[in-house]
Nanobody
């Protein structure tokens, strides 16, 4: 089995920055897409950013130009650099990764990001 563990969330003022990390552990041979999702209170979980194994990326329109997703395949880790944060970015952020060997995607436990105005 595999496990995803996020870190880096916290409280920041509007305009500030945070960097989220998500490390995969377990018996891992290859990881396909990796991504970050978020869920604000009373709202559905939404895709924030995604990166393929070939490092192609896509972003939600609301974060384009402010957030950057990257990955380190040697460390089985995906990152989300968040700049120019806004109060509406407040949410629980979840890491997701698709593992070819296990035939499915897995979720991390989530990390809280709170942006104060």
């Amino acid at each position: 089995q595999v496990q995803l563990v996020e870190s880096g969330g916290g409280l920041v003022q509007a305009g500030g920055s945070l960097r989220l990390s998500c490390a995969a552990s377990g018996t891992i041979f290859s990881i396909n897409n990796m991504g970050w999702y978020r869920q604000a209170p009373g709202k559905q979980r939404e895709l924030v950013a995604q990166i393929t194994s070939g490092r192609s990326t896509n972003y939600a329109d609301s974060v384009k130009g402010r957030f950057t997703i990257s990955r380190d395949n040697a460390k089985n880790t995906v990152y989300l650099q968040m700049n120019s944060l806004k109060p509406e970015d407040t949410a629980v952020y979840y890491c997701n990764a698709y593992f070819w060997d296990y035939g499915g995607s897995y979720w991390g436990q989530g990390t809280q990001v709170t942006v104060s105005s």
